[in-house]
């Protein structure tokens, strides 16, 4: 990704509208972006992204793992982004369910504070 206010930028966030966190503290330094079209699945984004010239703003965590080139935004400090995931409640095989929970927070590199929380939901 080239972060450049020009160039089309995907807008993920679990906002349905306004300005994402990412935006927020654009504005603060004066800065912005020229969103194209936003979109709350960051996996929607990828797919586009691999199409389509346009720029994203993800966790470096996340653009690893989905094998994204990435640059640091212009900010003094990181902009706390939250992830969400949905798992359907009926969920039949529980191990599976848990492994695959697992699996995940490796790969994102979630502290375990956080492994612990995401056992209980």
Known sequence: MIYATEQPQIQVSSRRDGLSPVDLQLGLKGLSRNVAMSTQSTLAAKLIVDRQPFGISLPSRVANVLGLQYV??????????????????????????????????????????????????
């Open 72 to 121: 640091p935004l212009p900010m003094d400090e990181p902009v706390e982004l939250k992830l969400a995931l949905y798992i359907e409640s009926r969920y039949r095989f529980e191990r599976s369910r848990e492994e695959a929970m697992q699996c995940l927070l490796r790969a994102l590199g979630e502290p375990r504070a956080l492994q612990a929380l995401a056992r209980r939901a």
